[in-house]
Nanobody, 119 residues
Framework: VQLVESGGGSVQAGGSLTLSCAASGYTVSSFCMVWFRQAPGKEREGVAAIDSDGSTVYADSVKGRFAISQDNAKNTLYLQMNSLKPEDTAMYYC??????????????WGQGTQVTVSS
């Protein structure tokens, strides 16, 4: 299984970015997929998740600004991030759980992509 993130970068506050996570050896639509982030000196936190029936959940800090989605034909997970804030600055990781419904049992991690938001 391989998860490869892309789409990170530097953006000014209020801007937008779309992260992608291309999966191989794993079908993103069949399991729970999660975006995590970790800022320097802080613990890793879950940002958004989508399970096999398309149900989504978001951290309170990103509700209304971020959207998780997937393209089954491309076997790719996305995170659309709008109205970015400096506090969104972090390394963002794609993760694949072992269950069809999100349970916290992460089996695979991507290498991460850096998002930096300047004020």
């Amino acid at each position: 299984v391989q998860l490869v993130e892309s789409g990170g970068g530097s953006v000014q506050a209020g801007g937008s970015l779309t992260l992608s996570c291309a999966a191989s050896g794993y079908t993103v639509s069949s399991f729970c997929m999660v975006w995590f982030r970790q800022a320097p000196g802080k613990e890793r936190e879950g940002v958004a998740a989508i399970d096999s029936d398309g149900s989504t959940v978001y951290a309170d800090s990103v509700k209304g600004r971020f959207a998780i989605s997937q393209d089954n034909a491309k076997n790719t997970l996305y995170l659309q991030m709008n109205s970015l804030k400096p506090e969104d600055t972090a390394m963002y990781y794609c993760a694949a759980e072992r269950d069809t419904y999100c349970s916290g049992d992460v089996g695979y991690w991507g290498q991460g992509t850096q998002v930096t938001v300047s004020s």
